[in-house]
């Protein structure tokens, strides 16, 4: 069964750092691209992130320019999504997901819970 | 940036009702448009792909339609596990940004 699973979440303080990890069981992540959604209390999906199957190209949404980095350990199955700076508008449960078979994202964790509050 | 509408925001319905979603693109998206079917706690799940593909496994109630711009989820014989809430998504051109629309909360009448 092909499943993945987010940790790393926590409460932080705004203006400092936190790493999400995503590790994947049941196929080799090294053959697909990888994202991260978000979705803050009360509001809709947000897609975060984009990294290419083989790390070579990333991809943000506009307002984690700069402060969010997507990155990928194939030996370990692993993707991170390393936050930075972060503010009390990026608190949300973070997902990780992968368009495995279609051209869609059907495959997701089942997130982690980021709040950034003083 | 594509930004998607999605109407209504809310939606009241009852089991064994038909129900209709539509989702809106600011601009033309050919066929790139994802529906999504989000429960409480639970990890969102796919339900159409290609704007009118069912994914395996999905109930045949599930429908979705549309190109260009204008796309619409349906959804016939409500079952009482239907209520959740639904996104719209575009996954169309390049560089790659995914959009979701805001969602539509279909809740019990």
């Known amino acids: 069964q092909m499943d993945l699973v987010e940790s790393g979440g926590g409460v932080v303080q705004p203006g400092r750092s936190l790493r999400l990890s995503c590790v994947a069981s049941?196929?080799?992540?090294?053959?697909?691209?990888m994202h991260w959604i978000r979705q803050a209390p009360g509001k809709g999906l947000e897609w975060v992130a984009l990294?290419?199957?083989?790390?070579?190209?990333?991809y943000y949404v506009d307002s984690v320019k700069g402060r969010f980095i997507i990155s990928r350990d194939n030996s370990k199955n692993t993707v991170y999504l390393q936050m930075n700076s972060l503010r009390a508008e990026d608190t949300a449960v973070y997902y990780c997901a992968s368009a495995l078979t279609v051209d869609a994202f059907d495959l997701w964790g089942q997130g982690a819970a980021v709040t950034v509050s003083s | 940036d594509i930004q998607m509408s999605q109407s209504p925001s809310s939606l009241s319905a009852s089991v064994g009702d038909r129900v209709t979603i539509t989702c809106r693109a600011s601009?033309?998206?050919?066929?790139?448009l994802n529906w999504y079917q989000h429960r409480p706690g639970k990890a969102p799940n796919l339900l159409i792909y290609g704007a009118s593909i069912l994914k395996s496994g999905v109930p045949s109630r599930f429908s979705g339609s549309g190109s260009g711009t204008d796309f619409t989820l349906t959804i016939n014989n409500l079952q009482p596990e239907d209520f959740a809430t639904y996104y719209c998504?575009?996954?169309?051109?390049?560089?790659?940004?995914?959009?979701f629309g805001q969602g539509t909360k279909l809740e019990i009448k």
């Open positions: 601009q033309r998206i050919s066929g790139s």
């Open positions: 998504q575009q996954n169309y051109g390049s560089p790659p940004v995914y959009t």
């Open positions: 049941g196929f080799t992540l090294r053959s697909y691209g």
């Open positions: 990294i290419w199957y083989d790390g070579t190209e990333k």
